[in-house]
């Protein structure tokens, strides 16, 4: 019998959530095709950066949105280093 083909996988949303769903799947590619779609042009949802005036702020950008993790979040730092981000 030949192995069933892979899923079509659809996750709306490419905030953390999504996002996080949307790699765990990725993982398998013969089990799953992912496609994520969001309505904004940028990927993160409320976690992402702003490029800012270095020369004025003395940084090159600012989080509008996460601003730290806590150590109870034990996944996101493996997904940093995964992810080398
Ligand atoms: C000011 C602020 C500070 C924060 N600080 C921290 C922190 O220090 N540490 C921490 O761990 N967390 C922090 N958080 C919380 C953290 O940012 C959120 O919990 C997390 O980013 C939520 O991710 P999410 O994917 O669940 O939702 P969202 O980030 O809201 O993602 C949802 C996505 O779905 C998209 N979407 C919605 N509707 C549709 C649609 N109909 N079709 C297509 N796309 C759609 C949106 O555009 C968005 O990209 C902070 C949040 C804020 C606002």
Redesign the pocket.
């Known amino acids: 019998m030949s192995p069933s083909p892979p899923k079509r996988v659809c996750v ?7 996002m996080a769903a949307a790699y765990a799947l990725s993982k398998h590619p013969d089990k799953f095709i992912v496609t994520v ?4 042009l940028v990927l ?4 992402t950066s702003i490029d800012i005036d270095s020369s004025k702020y003395g940084a090159t950008y600012i989080n ?7 150590p109870a ?1 034990a996944n996101f730092p493996s997904y940093v280093q995964d992810l080398r981000i």
């Open positions: 709306i949303g490419a905030g953390a959530s999504g779609f969001d309505k904004e993160g949802g409320m976690a509008d949105g996460v601003q730290g993790c806590s979040f």
